[in-house]
């Protein structure tokens, strides 16, 4: 058996997801994408599978599991840049740490052998302090969104040992790209009106990931014969800052741009007064993450710089896509 040549990605209509199924498809494997909408559009040769919301499953699931291989996971309730929920932390365990075991569970009763996780760097903590963040380092993570993906993380390695089933975690930092959400279509809008912005005193190290560089590890991860289970953390070669990242994203969209070196400190206080202080913390606090164990345990390393990343970000967004407002 080939292993690797039936493929399921859950949230396969996602950012992440859809560009995962099109790199697979084109690598010649049979790939269904599990989505929420049947008008969904997707790659040519990619199965569409409706489901409901994780947790709930539909009667099918292990009927349309069997004779997958791998399975990469990568829906889930994500991180929201304002947060309404008056229980954010039962919200994201209902889906990311619930949703996922129950996924889980059935495909390893249904024969599945590999099952990849896509997890977040905020399962390590949100800030590296003394160096850069490790696979093997003690788990710190200290909001509802990691937390609940540091449980599932847990629950799935309780999994493997009572099931057998091959668990992979990737922990990526921000993931940006064409169509990116979050504060990287923020960062991008802001960028793109031309204004002078108070982001030049950005300096504490950071990482980032490229789009290209996560789909890359994830279909490495699916086409290896044998990788070993455990936690592998992913990001662009290069650890950068935040004021460097803006800048690179300038230089992507073709845009001049002026950057005013305002303290972080003092950008915190003004951006709190406008309801984005902790947007503005998590880009000016350190956030550098050492990816030498992956390259080690699976041969592998990013080839795509942050320069040709934003390259292709934004002329593939001038070409077909519209930025995303922020959203999960």
Known sequence: MNMGKDILVT?????????????LVAKGYRVTAMVRRAEVVMPDGVVIWVAPDLPDLSPDTAQRLAGIEVVVHAAGRAHILQDD?????????????????????????????RFIF?????VNGSQSVDQAFRAEDTP??????????????????RLQVETGLTVLHLRPPMIYGSAAPGNFALLARLVGKGWPLPLGGLRAPRSFVALDNVVDLLTHMVCHPNPPSGVYLVADPLVTTTTQFIRAIANGMGQNLTLIPVPASVLMILASVAGRGEQIRKMSVSLAVDIQSTEVRLG?????????????????????????????
């Not at 896509?118 to 905020?122: K, L, P, Q, Y």
């Not at 990343?309 to 934004?314: L, P």
């Open 85 to 113: 929920d008056r229980d954010s932390l039962t919200a994201f365990r209902r889906v990311n740490t619930e949703g996922t075991l129950a996924l889980a569970r059935v495909a390893a009763s249904a024969g599945v052998r």
């Open 140 to 157: 710190q993570p200290d909001s509802p969104y990691a937390q609940s993906k540091w449980e599932a993380e847990q629950a799935l390695t």
């Open 118 to 122: 896509v997890s977040s760097i905020g």
């Open 11 to 23: 949230g396969g209509a996602g950012f992440v997801g859809r560009e995962l199924c099109r790199v």
């Open 300 to 328: 592998w390393s990013p080839s795509v710089t942050m320069a040709a990343a934003m390259h292709r970000a934004f002329s593939a967004t001038t070409a077909t896509h519209t930025l995303l407002e922020p959203n999960p």
